[in-house]
């Protein structure tokens, strides 16, 4: 393989002036801007979170129980595809492809991503921005809830990469081994994480059609490296969406406006990562 040209992603991560609803000890209020949670208390916000994503299928109504079946019928009905999709990935791969997708590999990195999240986070305690904080806290508690999802699953599904080519339907192996852990993909898992967080704090359709799209490159990247059927991107996807939007909305402080806005730019290299700032008047 070809060494892969130095590529840097840039993708907006927070933006200040998103108002975000706090829950501090099973209390829902709007925190001021003049009060900062310490990490302790925003762990704690973190478990509460986890609790109430627990018990929110017992509140599902019946519209959202068949929205649920929906998913899981369409994640069902992507393995009858995936030979398929596989088979024409498979005919464009080139050069210029796998620098492309390398983007989305990137993207899709747990490590990576946890990092800039967690960079993003202390700055905003450090600089005393409940928004920046806040919304990086979001990220990585949908990172976290999704990721644990997604491990549990492909342990307990155990379906082979499709690189062994033992075929779209080999499940239940129970060999702890990464050959046999396809399902879902942890890289499609991470990308939506960010993505669908980020999506719904900014609430642009520019942004989110960005953003959607560079988590679909992460999709389309693990298809593209045989390390992934469809299905398993698609469940991935799935996931994360879900969570991330569930947590955002869990967050909600209605009734304020957005003011100025920081955002903070992730810069991903191959061989190194760094964060910058824009503020905007």
Not at 192 to 206: M, T
Not at 229 to 253: H, M, Q, R, Y
Request: charged share 15%; aromatic share 10%.
């Amino acid at each position: 393989m070809n060494k892969i040209r130095t590529i840097q992603i840039s993708v907006s991560l927070i933006i200040l002036s998103l108002v975000i609803n706090i829950n501090v000890f099973g209390q829902d209020y709007c925190l001021p801007d003049t009060i900062h949670t310490s990490i302790l208390e925003d762990i704690n916000h973190g478990i509460n979170d986890g609790v109430k994503l627990i018990e929110s299928p017992s509140r599902f109504t019946s519209k959202e129980w068949l929205y649920a079946g929906g998913l899981v019928g369409l994640t069902a009905g992507s393995f009858f595809i995936d030979k398929s999709i596989r088979d024409v990935v498979a005919k464009n791969h080139s050069n210029t492809m796998d620098d492309i997708t390398e983007v989305g590999h990137k993207y899709g990195n747990a490590g990576y991503m946890i990092i800039l999240s967690g960079a993003a986070y202390l700055t905003g305690k450090i600089i005393k921005n409940n928004d920046i904080s806040e919304t990086s806290r979001m990220i990585l508690e949908t990172l976290a809830y999704a990721g644990i999802i997604t491990t549990v699953l492909k342990v307990g599904m155990g379906r082979a990469r499709p690189y062994t080519g033992d075929g779209a339907f080999d499940f239940f192996n129970f060999k702890l081994n990464n050959d046999f852990l396809s399902f879902p993909s942890g890289h499609s898992t991470t990308a939506f994480a960010v993505s669908s967080v980020l999506a719904a704090k900014i609430n642009n359709v520019y942004a989110s059609i960005a953003l959607y799209g560079l988590a679909g490159l992460t999709m389309y990247q693990r298809i593209y490296s045989d390390n992934h059927w469809f299905s398993d991107t698609f469940a991935g996807a799935v996931i994360s969406t879900v969570i991330g939007n569930a947590i955002v909305k869990l967050n909600e402080c209605p009734g304020k406006s957005n003011r100025n806005s920081l955002t903070v730019l992730p810069a991903i290299q191959t061989n190194s990562m760094g964060l910058s700032l824009i503020y905007s008047f």
